[in-house]
């Protein structure tokens, strides 16, 4: 696929050379090296690329996160069928020429020649056209861009590496990804053989540790504070140390972020709702969690006229990423025996996930009552049928009592008890309208969810930016680098500071929540979180936003995984998983016939 990318990089360049004269004729086999940029504001606008990326159809722009993290970590049950690459990625029966495959590996390489063209453009720049008194505003775009790149290959190598290293740098040795460290300058540059994971993770750290460097003290003005900072590469560094099991240099990096960079959580009351922070005033929800006191790095997704610098403007009505449109919530009938679809709702959240954040209430019944009226008093209508008073009475108790993981309520809605607004009126939450089958409880997303209005109406399905990167994460992946390293009294105490904040608890103080040990129990009963506080709370705190295949992946627990998720829909039918094929994806079909340095390079199994 980078091949193809290269070919309409060259085929535009050769043309935007054409002249009368035969001797100003661009080269066909080679970029033209150009003049651009020429500006500050233009070198900026090659950078710009590299972060839009993100947002691109093929990543989070229509598949990333609510289709390829949620159906391969089984977070949703696919309410949609009819598309076998979605429902391969469901089943984890992958095959080389599936789509999502393909769009993931190519839209990574994508950000990765962005962020390559604009360290190549700083380079020309600076050469040519910069006054010394820009030095430092260039290398802090060189510093983003490397960011980026490693960004980029990190996500590729976790999905696409072979193997993951382990304490002593053992499965370094497997095959990672190929790496592009400079714009290719013809085809055959573009054919290159895929790299050992070691190389790879040594590619990334030495990026971010220049990042870092690059980036050190910059302070964005409020129109640029979504651009990445030091503590940003300094957070990801830290990430990349764990991934590896180089605890000790873990430590370090992530303690360092911890103690310097300014950032903590958010106190629960903010946390609660922000995941969707743009929902307008219809929810009372008048606080702007964008780029919060804990967030490190996230994509900004604004539905109205903004302007945050790197990003650009968004109008009203633009669409940024869709997993509010995919993951949309059902609005409740009058009747209460059905609903209609906020937007496409094509996932549902698995109900296996509801046992795991405690939630354990036998089915219910729909009996009548013409005047139900939920428990914060706010009368919604007629609705003639209603779950029968057992289990309403359970599940508001569940609530007040937080018998269930309060954080349950920040992920997910249960229909009858939640509500979203429809056209201007509030309506309870219904089961997933396109739920086919009585089988399953039907609760809809609230993570990045669009609340106050039907998708029709406002044009737009996000609730709020997506956070790539925040302070929960970093406690968590300390906790784990002091637990694998003898310090594990630290790290159970900052697995037990996430822990405190999602019971509305101070965070620095214990609490009759707290973990007394490392292998507690917690809400859920299934063997691999049972009594596993540091993954039950990577599973709990950070559902729903893109981390938990990795985390699946690393600590080789997906057999465990399929066997406790069971059926899954379209099709009702199990996960196909192979231990010895699905911790990796395929490389995909397309980059195999195209780059013959990585024919005969295809992972195990496929």
Known sequence: MLKKIICLL?????????????????????????????????????????????????????????????????????????QDYWNDMEYNDLKPSNQLVNNCWTGFYVGVKDANATLERADLYQANYMPATELTQVNYIRGEALFLRAYYYFQLECFFGE????????????????????????????????????QVWDQIIADLKKSADLLHGVQWSTNYQGRVTDWAAKALLGKAYVFTQDWENAKTTLKDVIDNSGKKLMPFSKYKMAFNSNVGTNLNNNVNSEFNEESLFEINVDRVAADYGIFGGAP????????????????????????????????????????????NIPRY????????????????????????????AASIAYRQNKTADPRLYVC???????????????????????????????WSYKKYETLDSHLDDIKQADGANYYLLRMADVYLLYAEACNNSGAGAIGLEYINKVHRRAYDQPVNSPSLYDYATLTSATKATDANLANNPLRYERYTELFAEGHWWFDVCRWRIGQAEATYYGNLLPNNTPSRWSDGRSYSFPIPSDEINTNAQIAGQQNPGY
Not at 37 to 49: D, K
Not at 167 to 178: F, L, S, T, Y
Not at 366 to 382: D, I
Not at 420 to 436: D, E, H, I, Q, S
């Open 10 to 82: 060259i085929i535009t360049a050769s043309i935007a050379g054409c002249t009368k004269d035969p001797k100003d004729v661009a080269k066909l086999d080679s970029y033209s090296s150009g003049a651009y940029p020429t500006t500050l504001n233009e070198l900026t606008s090659v950078l710009g690329a590299a972060y839009a990326n993100y947002r691109s159809e093929q990543l989070s722009g229509f598949q990333l996160l609510c289709k390829t993290f949620s159906a391969s970590e089984h977070t949703s049950n696919l309410c949609y069928g009819g």
């Open 163 to 198: 193997s993951y290293i382990s304490a002593g740098g053992a499965g370094g040795d497997k095959r990672g990804v190929p790496l592009y460290t400079s714009i290719a300058k013809s085809l055959a540059e573009t054919q290159k053989p895929r790299s050992t994971v070691k």
């Open 316 to 359: 009203n009505k633009n669409l940024t990423t869709s997993q509010g449109l995919i993951w949309a919530p059902s609005g409740l009938n009058d009747q209460g025996t059905g609903g209609f679809g906020m937007g496409y709702a094509n996932e549902c959240v698995h109900d296996k996930n509801l046992v795991r954040f405690g939630f």
């Open 365 to 392: 019944t729909l009996v009548p009552n013409p005047n139900f009226v939920p428990a914060w008093g706010e009368n919604l209508g007629n609705i003639k049928m209603i779950p029968d008073p057992a289990y309403t």
């Open 412 to 442: 997910a809605l249960q229909p009858w008890f939640d509500t979203v607004y429809f056209w201007g009126n509030r309506r309870p939450v219904a089961k997933c309208v396109n739920l086919t089958t009585d089988q399953y409880e039907g």
